[in-house]
């Protein structure tokens, strides 16, 4: 069963009632911050995601002990920082991490206000004014264009499935531009922009009385105790490859990568962007399926004596490394980077990935 999850205040997930403004009842208090989506991401997981992995097992699996109600989570951009940071509090709920071109910074944590509406009428000016900005049709083309290698993948051009009906493709701005044209969202972008990070203190298994510390997104990724892919558009001019290499020297510094009870693996998408799951999606399912049908090496739902039940573990799962795949819009290469390769940055790569994160 696979989940696909809208954030608070992105796409078509508002509170009832929203005020342009921010001020209504509904949303007194609330700040859309990565701590407020990350209690929303794991009430989700718990309480949805969970029960309907055990409610859908059959009752073979059951009488195996094959049930695994750990989920493997998939994120692009800020939502690859959100599911590091849930597998990093939450352990025990997640089988793999997939990071898909992941942002390792989010929240501006402006001083003056911590985001929580309604907004200061200066706050409230100036995200009104930006977001007014940047919802124009003609900067959100720009911003694609940057984000994308191809533009086919974005103008509707072809049928990216989002519209069964029709035979062609739907514009992925008018899309974008489309979910902004609600209530509410003058107010979450004023919030988004001054809200800080996730918390440090939210992170900690111990209490802490003092202020929250921003999180450390290299220190926080290197403590992961799951399996991780990153799966990166190696033309993407924000998450550059210099940032999946830091990334991937990280997992790599790990105690548990060393002695392969974790696998830390890094494939490169080339002709790709910033949303590889987007703009190649045939390339992306041929190396994620396998990754998620593998198991770690430590997994106690995998039953060695049965042949049929055997499962590669995910450090040995074949990756494709070395194939080159069709889009619709392009050819996509896929490449496995080597550890070897990742620690070898040069000093500009060195001085950009560790200013970011």
């Known amino acids: 069963m696979i989940y696909g999850i809208d954030y608070l205040g992105q796409g078509n997930s508002w509170p009832t009632n929203c005020d342009d403004d921010g001020l209504s009842i509904n949303e007194c208090g609330l700040a859309y911050s990565a701590d407020t989506w990350l209690d929303q991401l794991e009430g989700f997981i718990q309480e949805i995601v969970v029960p309907s992995c055990c409610n859908s097992s059959d009752d073979d699996e059951k009488h195996f002990g094959l049930v695994d109600t750990r989920v493997h989570l998939v994120g692009n951009s800020v939502g690859g920082y959100l599911a590091t940071m849930i597998a990093h509090r939450h352990p025990y709920l997640v089988s793999s991490l997939t990071l898909l071109n992941a942002t390792p910074v989010w929240g501006l944590n402006l001083p003056g ?68 044209e609600v209530k509410g969202g003058h107010a979450a972008f004023a919030s988004i922009l001054w809200s800080a990070p996730a918390s ?43 940032i999946a290499k830091r990334m991937h020297t990280a997992l790599a510094s790990s105690s548990l990568s060393l002695d392969r009870l974790s696998a830390r693996r890094y494939i490169s998408l080339e002709n790709v962007g910033h949303c590889p799951n987007h703009e190649a999606p045939t390339a992306l399912a041929k190396v994620l399926i396998p990754w998620l049908g593998g198991t770690s090496s430590t997994s106690s739902n995998c039953n060695h004596d049965d042949e049929s039940r055997s499962v590669t573990r995910r450090s040995d799962v074949s990756l494709l490394s070395g194939e080159r795949l069709c889009e619709p819009w392009g050819v996509v290469s896929i490449r496995e980077i080597p550890i070897e390769e990742s620690r070898n940055l040069n000093v500009l790569d060195r001085i950009v990935s560790s200013i970011i994160g």
């Not at 919802?135 to 290698?149: G, M, P, S, T």
């Not at 203190?201 to 510390?213: E, F, I, K, V």
């Open 200 to 242: 440090e203190q939210r992170l900690s298994t111990y209490n802490n009385d003092g202020p929250a510390m921003s999180v450390n997104f290299y220190r926080t990724l290197s403590a992961i105790k799951v399996d991780v892919l990153l799966l990166f558009g190696a033309e993407d001019p924000w998450c550059t490859p210099a």
């Open 113 to 180: 206000w911590d985001g929580k509406l309604p907004p200061p009428p200066f706050p409230r000016l100036l995200g009104r004014t930006l977001f007014e900005s940047i919802r124009n049709e003609d900067v959100i083309d720009k911003y694609l264009e940057v984000a994308y290698v191809n533009r086919e993948a974005f103008d509707g051009t072809f049928n990216d499935g989002f519209n069964d009906k029709d035979k062609m493709g739907r514009p992925l701005g008018k899309m974008i531009r489309a979910s902004t």
